[in-house]
Nanobody, 123 residues
């Protein structure tokens, strides 16, 4: 069992930055794939980035490369999503998800989900 708690969402203006945090508790953090997804109003869930905690191996979706980065602090069992140069189209609910297996960015592959944190970018 893995429990995930997101934080760091909020409202920013275009061009601003936010850092989202996802803290995991429960199962072995050292061998998890932790990913960030987002879902805008009336849209499907989009995979943004994932990290395999054992090897610090990261993958970013093409749609956010150059603006978003994913990283971890193993001492805090926390994965971060740094979001820079935010745009109104980044407005969405952001979720972190985890799997005890190596996964990519398909939402159906993830068993554990957080409650989400809202990000709103105004023009």
């Amino acid at each position: 069992q893995v429990n995930l708690v997101e934080s760091g969402g909020g409202s920013v203006q275009t061009g601003g930055a936010l850092r989202l945090s996802c803290t995991a508790s429960g199962d072995k953090y050292q061998r998890l794939t932790v990913a960030w997804f987002r879902q805008g109003a009336g849209q499907g869930r989009e995979g943004l980035a994932r990290i395999y905690t054992l090897y610090d191996q990261t993958v970013l979706a093409d749609s956010v490369k150059g603006r978003f980065t994913i990283s971890q602090d193993t001492a805090k069992n926390t994965v971060y999503l740094q979001m820079n140069t935010l745009k109104p189209e980044d407005t969405a609910m952001y979720y972190c998800a985890a799997s005890p297996h190596l996964r990519q960015l398909q939402s159906g592959e993830y068993k554990y989900w957080g409650q989400g944190t809202q990000v709103t970018v105004s023009s």
